[in-house]
């Protein structure tokens, strides 16, 4: 076998002080990193399988473990930096397309980060969200152009007002933020019942993801997005008349144009029933819906669910956010949807090619701003919800996406972390310590739901609490007068046509 | 009355709940002290059971009619009779072992570091909840009263109703 | 009730005859269930509160006098309970619902519970007296003259105990014999040995232990004796004693050889004591029979401990099992249903633990089956002598009935519980036998039910 050229990523560092030989760390690497020999007496790390994923370093009971990550000791070279050299030592001995998990990490301008919020000061006075109304409520479906009511009372009688417009199915919002689409196959089962059981206890949604609607999860179907991909998992009428909303899923951030693929060793007996494909068989979901073609194939598609789910909940697309994004989700809305679901750069996945997710894509705060630009110009904004999705990392980033545009945001990479995920990006391996990104018995004991569930909810209830602040700090009582709004956004540090595209204007000019 | 209540299915088999429960019975109390001086001399009381990837910790389960209290012949292990809690008297008991041969759930060991005594789980009496219970990584143990079908007395946050 | 006569009555709602662990286990009992009724124990002993399998612990010198009670000090006051010592019951007037003492007191009772225990074994024994080696009178030895030789004694009681001390004390004693190879026999043995004294162990069958040790456990036991300088002659018993100016001098084995001895402990087994009983109203064999509420033939006389015959869920079969944790066990029925709460005794074996010379072991069971052709009994045994270490299984129909660990004893319970159960083990016996063997290996159902607690639903 020749040399090995790749180096090991991490370093891990145990204090002989602190180790007590407890093994706990031995036990619970899936890579095999730590070993014990009962002749010295001491634990061995080996450092060139050891991922990063902090496992071992949480677990150990007296901190005697650190991760490092290992700065390569290459000469300085601004050009070919270490990951290139990673990359190509890498390729050089697998000859494949090279896979990674979880969303790009490569430094592109992150807009939310060059985004600022406002505030009320003497003019307009901020409200306290603890002693005033506030409301975050969030409704997601197409809205009516006009309501017309007819006033059927005598004034005698004391009148009564009928609404005569048939308003379209909505979902309705406790708070702007849905969990996203992660499929089981990506993500194990207890990983799923945490999203579910959080967003019915929370009184918001969670998507299916291409992996269909696990039996045991039926009871959460009330809060359910399912997803109708290109591979049809686990489609049929049952399927679709039990979620609150059916969601097409064209493309998604991480991956713009491709598919997937689930290796036919994770199709346990499980995923094959909830897929409903032959278990041990590869799972592929193919780039392109194969009856999707045209902008009017899709609009077909599309008021082919809602006969099949007899027009009773919202029927919404889901794309990536590409160059075109603009006029994409224009033709979606116009072919009928009542969402559009766009997932940027940034979005998460269990396995992807590496060159596409770093390099495929735009990032969702350019996407969302234009998006909702273009449908107001057109005058159709009204007719579907936007969504987005695609690394929102904080309740502040869902303020600024609201303000841009979007009616509610979905969170997939941030739910995870708040699960346990620790970013080692290393999904596709199916070994993941942390029981989320993988079918193992042994790995998938250690997400206990119970947990999982209440740091979900934890989750939702202080970004929602954050939320609220926000608003009443900038004299805001409800989300609505938010929605869209961008003169409470300013930027700082960006190009005059960075502005211009987000539609916002810089810090410290008034409007 | 509260007892330690197991559940199987969240058990990582990490053994932290035998490390904890050896650092609470040690003489300095202190982690990285009771395992570099005192190993030897401490065992834990509970123990973790293994095969493929199922395992669950047990421990002493301080039955109604506990066996072992009749079984011993020195009146040593002894059932409280408001918490409920058996626990061996280590000034009587005389290391005949009787307890170990009749615990259905062989939570009782020799202790042979100092005086041959029987060892088992104290629940902690010290403790607002046992070490092992809230030590657990996972939650695979509850410490709670069985009331109405349900758990009480175990972590309760602001969700539950 | 006044009055000196001594023919006058005295009257108690329980009375308990045997104040060891059986006895209290149901004064306990009783009490739990009834706080006023008045409770009454008679012991014919001195002692207040003595735990007997401690009596050889004293003997050694390992417990002090005052650490051989096994209840509280405070026990009998705070439960209410008036403790006659030094009252032997003579009989038991069934129809008038009353018992006599030796000295002549009669006690009325509601309920009546005999927990009196057994009396060791005397067999009888040729016995030859010598004057300046020259021998004199042969007679007897029996259980009525036994004590009355010097040097000669049994082993059941904190008195025996005590008069075994006081004699090695003032006679310089540097050996003793022990006749029997049982579980008494043992642990005085060891009691021996920790004082530095060597023993002769004599023995009928052709092992030690031979209620649940079998040959290859016997050795391990047997060398680790030897290798202290002591002696053990199995398949033996002594033929004749040889008495000199009324002390034991020596005894003839069987075989032939004959041995100095001035210290004789007799330790052949301990029999129910029915000498009080009349077995036409009581009914009894070896033992009082009695039913699964621990009631005798007689109405409001119930029996338990040592002094019954009970179920033997191995056997199929009632016999006498005499120890402890069935005592204790027997003892919280029949007090339980004196005091009208039902409950009721499922039966017993025969089990032990015993540690001598450091070498722990816990036996129980049916462990002396064989195995014939077309049987169901199948048998598995790890031996290792080196290590003192062994271990042997013996299933019938796919159950557990009989266990020997000897070395290493971790969790014996559990066989136990599996005995107790009945559990089916088809499929799993190959567990087992594992180093790790545990709760986890056992049949899913009997398992959760363990494992998951009371309470909760499975």
Redesign the interface.
């Known amino acids: 076998m020749a040399l090995k050229l790749t180096e090991s990523e991490f370093e891990i560092e145990r204090d002989p002080?602190?180790c007590?030989?407890?093994?706990?760390c031995v036990?619970?690497c899936s890579n095999d990193v730590h070993d014990f020999d009962s002749d010295d007496d001491i634990i061995i790390s080996d450092s060139q399988k050891c991922v990063g994923c902090h496992r071992c370093e949480s677990?150990c009971?007296?901190g005697a473990l650190k991760i490092k990550e290992r700065e390569a000791q290459f000469k300085t070279n601004a050009n070919w930096s270490a990951h290139h050299l990673h990359n190509l030592y890498k390729q050089a001995d697998a000859g494949g397309v090279m896979l990674t998990g979880m969303g790009s990490d490569k430094p592109y301008p992150i807009y939310w980060d060059h985004i600022l919020f406002n505030a009320s000061q003497v003019t307009n006075p901020s409200i306290d969200p603890l002693r005033e109304p506030m409301e975050i409520k969030t409704f997601i479906g197409k809205k009516s152009q006009e309501l017309k009511f007819d006033n059927t009372g005598e004034e005698e009688k004391g009148f009564s007002i009928k609404l005569n417009t048939r308003l379209s199915p909505q979902l309705e919002l406790s708070t702007p933020i849905m969990f996203s689409a992660m499929s089981y196959g990506s993500i194990s089962f207890n990983a799923c019942r945490s999203l579910a059981a959080a967003s019915s206890?929370f009184g918001t949604y969670y998507n299916t993801g291409e992996g269909g609607l696990h039996r045991d999860l039926y009871k959460y179907a009330g809060n359910t997005i399912v997803q109708v991909a290109s591979g049809r998992f686990g489609v049929d009428a049952d399927y679709l008349n039990r979620g609150a909303a059916v969601e097409i899923k064209i493309g998604q951030g991480a991956k713009p144009g491709i598919g997937g693929h689930l290796p036919g060793e994770k199709v346990t007996r499980d995923i094959s029933n909830t897929r409903m494909i032959p278990q041990g068989t590869d799972a592929i979901s193919p780039a392109p819906h194969h009856d999707i073609y045209s902008i009017e194939d899709l609009s077909q598609l599309i008021h082919a669910l809602k006969e099949a789910t007899r027009w009773k909940k919202p029927v919404g697309v889901k794309v990536s956010a590409v160059h075109n994004i603009a006029p994409i989700a224009s033709g979606i809305v116009r072919a009928g949807a009542d969402f559009v679901t766009i997932d940027g750069l940034r979005g998460g996945t269990g396995a992807a090619p590496q060159a596409i997710r770093d390099n495929v894509g735009i990032p969702i705060e350019l996407a969302v701003a234009s998006v909702d630009e273009r449908l107001r110009e057109e005058g159709i904004r009204h007719r579907a919800s936007i969504l987005i999705a695609g690394s929102i990392r904080s309740s502040s980033d869902v303020i600024k996406a609201i303000a841009l545009g979007a009616d509610a945001v979905y969170i997939g990479t941030a739910a995870l972390i708040v699960m346990g995920c620790h970013l080692c990006q290393k999904c596709y391996t199916g070994k993941c310590n942390w029981g989320i990104a993988t079918q193992?018995?042994?790995l998938t004991?250690?997400l206990?739901p119970?947990?999982g569930t209440?740091r979900l909810?934890n989750l939702l209830?202080a970004w929602s609490l954050e939320i609220k602040e926000m608003l009443g700090g900038a004299g805001i009582n409800a989300i609505e007068s938010l929605r869209g709004n961008r003169e409470h956004l300013r930027g700082v540090s960006i190009s005059d046509r960075e502005l211009s595209i987000l539609g916002i204007k810089h810090a410290g000019e008034p409007w | 009355m509260k007892?330690?209540?197991?559940n199987?299915?969240?058990?990582?088999?990490?053994?932290?709940c035998e490390?904890?429960c050896q650092v609470k019975h040690s003489k300095s109390k202190k982690?990285?002290k009771a395992?570099?001086k005192e190993l030897s001399d401490v065992l834990p009381r509970v123990?973790v059971?293994?095969?493929g990837?199922?395992?669950?910790a047990?421990q002493c389960?301080h039955c109604?009619?506990a066996?072992c209290v009749?079984?011993?012949?020195?009146?040593a292990m002894v059932k409280n009779e408001n918490t409920g809690v058996v626990t061996c008297d280590e000034e009587?008991c005389?290391?005949?072992?009787?307890?170990?041969?009749?615990?259905?759930?062989?939570?009782?060991?020799?202790d042979l570091s100092s005086r041959?005594i029987a060892s088992k789980c104290d629940l902690c009496e010290d403790e607002d909840i046992p070490v092992c219970v809230k030590?657990c990584?996972?939650?695979?143990l509850k410490f709670g009263e069985?009331k109405d079908?349900g758990?009480t007395g175990s972590k309760k946050?602001?969700?539950s109703k | 009730m006044s009055g000196a006569n001594k023919y006058d009555m005295e009257t108690t709602q329980y009375l308990i005859i045997g104040n060891s662990a059986s006895g209290l286990?149901a004064a306990g009992a009783i009490r739990s269930e009834d706080k006023k009724g008045r409770i009454t124990i008679l012991t014919e002993e001195e002692q207040v509160n003595y735990?007997k399998?401690?009596i050889t612990?004293y003997l050694a010198g390992?417990?002090d006098l005052e650490?051989t009670?096994?209840?509280?000090r405070d026990f009998y006051t705070s439960n209410n309970i008036s403790l006659l010592t030094g009252t032997r019951v003579i009989s038991i007037d069934v129809e008038g619902s009353h018992v006599v003492t030796g000295g002549g007191k009669k006690i009325k009772f509601g309920k009546l519970l005999i927990a009196s225990g057994g009396k060791p074994v005397i067999p009888k024994i040729k016995m030859t007296g010598f004057s300046h080696k020259k021998r004199q009178g042969c007679s007897l030895m029996d259980s009525s003259n036994y004590s009355s030789i010097k040097g000669v004694f049994t082993l059941t009681t904190l008195e025996d105990a005590m008069k075994v001390r006081d004699y090695i004390e003032k006679n310089e004693i540097g050996s003793a014999t022990i006749l029997g190879g049982g579980l008494i026999g043992l642990k005085s043995a060891e009691a021996f040995l920790e004082l530095g004294i060597k023993i002769n162990i004599v023995e009928l069958a052709d092992r030690i232990l031979a209620a649940t040790f079998d040959s290859r456990a016997s050795s391990i036991i047997e060398n680790a004796i030897e290798a202290r300088g002591s002696s053990i002659h199995k398949d033996n018993t002594i033929d004749e004693i040889f008495i000199r100016s009324g002390r034991i001098s020596g005894y003839r084995l069987r075989d032939g050889i004959e041995k100095n001895c001035r210290l004789l402990i007799i330790a052949v087994g301990v029999n129910p004591d029915l000498s009080f009983i009349d077995k036409g109203l009581i009914r009894a064999g070896r033992g009082i029979k009695v039913d699964g509420r621990m009631q005798t033939s007689a109405p409001n006389i119930y029996a338990s401990g040592d002094v019954i015959e009970g179920p033997d869920i191995l056997l199929g079969q009632n016999r006498n099992i005499a120890i402890?944790?069935l005592a204790?066990?027997q003892g919280?029925v029949a007090g339980s249903n004196m005091a009208g709460r039902e409950a009721h005794y499922q039966g017993g074996y025969f089990?032990?633990?015993?540690?001598i010379l450091g070498i722990?072991s816990?036996s129980?069971g049916m462990t002396n089956v064989d195995v014939d052709d077309g049987s169901s009994v199948e048998v598995k045994t790890e031996f290792r002598p080196e290590r003192n270490q062994y271990k042997k299984i013996v299933i019938r129909d796919n159950r557990v009935i009989g266990i020997i660990m000897i070395g290493n004893?971790?969790?014996?319970?559990?066989y136990?519980?599996l005995i107790?159960?009945r559990i089916d083990l088809s499929g799993m016996k190959e567990n087992i036998f594992r180093e790790?063997f545990?709760?986890?290996?056992l049949p899913s159902d009997y398992k959760k039910h363990?494992?998951?607690?009371?309470?909760?639903?499975v």
């Open positions: 002080d602190k007590i030989s407890c093994q706990v036990r619970q677990m009971p007296t206890g193992d018995p042994y004991k250690r206990n119970e947990i209440r909810l209830r | 007892r330690i209540y197991i199987e299915e969240y058990c990582l088999g990490c053994r932290l490390i904890y982690m990285i395992f570099k123990l059971e293994e095969i990837y199922n395992s669950f047990i389960r109604a009619d066996p009749d079984a011993c012949i020195s009146g009587k005389v290391g005949c072992w009787s307890c170990i041969m009749v615990c259905p759930y062989g939570v009782i060991k020799r041959k030590n990584p996972n939650e695979a069985i079908g758990l946050d602001v969700w | 286990a735990s399998p401690l612990y390992k417990v650490k009670g096994f209840k509280d402890w944790p204790v066990g919280n089990m032990n633990s015993v540690e722990p816990i129980m004893i971790e969790r014996a319970g559990i136990s519980g107790k159960n790790d545990g709760i986890i290996h363990l494992v998951v607690g009371e309470g909760i639903e």
